[in-house]
């Protein structure tokens, strides 16, 4: 039986063709849209992490629902033993320092409230390799007293690189203070974090909140995808009541109410695209199989039974799945590449300042399910026209000769 598919396959070439072009089309179809969807995912959570939160953060029990709030209540004093414990970890790359603050910008006019952040700079630089700089540059160890503005804070401030600016806020003992600022950069991220987000060096925010101690630790990790893995390993170190630690995906709701966004528009999108391949493919079997009805009389007339004809034509349909996945599967990793090298440019997404390039990421998933949903739906589509042809009459199936 198998033999006599494979030469029916090669036999009819005109219908085979049409039916893989089908097949093929759609799972290339699948592959292109399922990767670009992929990529819209990994480069929103790389934003996430590269620009705002890394990959875990250390904090004081409690800091996630009440720190922003209160910082000062949640300052963490032994950083040498935290930054040791988190650095322990394999997928460790590197453990640096935060400390948060709220307060008033001015730039000798009006104040301008802000959201501000004491980093290590030079280790912040290779965390924050995405960051936008649109004017001036990163901040550097060396600038003591230099700040980055969100492209927000500079706009409704009109400043730019070069430029002084004041910044006022209440220490954790109640006094007020206040210290001058060259700008150094200007930075694009997210809408809503740089109409606040203003940085500044580590050592400077300690001086102006009168502290030596942070409110994070940040862990930069080798892949991504190691976050839930490392997370684990790094709070068994800690007593829970102590300290939190937290994932990137925690710290940033943005990121998961955007996935499931996506998840929902570009879902829709597939299933539009699943059914043109299943109708499609359904329509080129149909007629294949039906156009053959005198030949599956004659093959009666030798003496096959209705359920060897069901499953001649199923194994000739199972076939031309598996090439026409095959087929489409091939065709649609060399349009991947293509256009991956080409890049897709694509507008702001919702939150964002600025565009971005689109890529098409092909990943083992996708790539098996667009193969598997091309047999699969072959398959399907030839279950009903093969039942069909192998109860029909002798007689009448051999009238179609004539």
Known sequence: MLKLAIRNIFRHKLRTALTLTAIATGVAALILSGGFVQDMFYQLAEATVHFHTGHIQIHRTNYHERGSREPEKF?????????????????????????????LINNGQVDYPILGEGIEADKEAKLSDLLNIISGRRLTEQDRYGIMLGEGVARAQALKAGDRATIVLNTAQGGINSLDFDVIGIFRTTKDYDDRAVRI??????????????????????????????RQKIQSQFDPKVYQVMPWHEIDDFYAKAKVLYQNQ?????????????????????????????????????????????????????????????????????????????????????????????????????????????????????????????????????????
């Open 75 to 103: 300052i963490i004093e032994n950083t040498a033993e935290v930054r040791a414990a988190a650095a322990a970890s394999p997928e460790t790359v590197s453990v640096m320092e935060r400390i948060y603050f709220s307060g």
């Open 201 to 230: 060096p580590l050592a400077t925010a300690q001086e102006l909140l009168d502290t030596k101690g942070v409110n994070a630790l940040v862990v930069e990790l080798k892949e991504t995808s190691q976050t839930d893995t490392a």
């Open 266 to 402: 570009f879902g829709v999108l597939q299933l539009i695209i699943l059914a043109m391949v299943v109708l499609s493919v359904a329509n080129s079997v149909s007629m294949g199989t039906f156009e053959r009805i005198g030949e599956f009389g004659t093959l009666m007339a030798l003496g096959d039974r209705s359920n060897g004809i069901f499953k001649l034509i199923m194994m000739e349909n199972i076939l031309q799945g598996f090439l026409g996945s095959l087929t489409g599967v091939i065709v649609g990793v060399v349009l991947a590449l293509i256009i991956s090298a080409i890049g897709i440019p694509m507008p702001p997404p919702p939150n964002m300042n600025g565009g971005y390039t689109a890529y098409i990421l092909l990943t083992p998933g996708v790539v098996i399910e667009a193969f598997c949903v091309g047999v699969a739906a072959t398959v399907l589509a030839a279950l009903l026209p093969a039942r069909r042809v192998s109860r029909i009459p002798v007689i009448t199936a051999l009238r179609e000769n004539t």
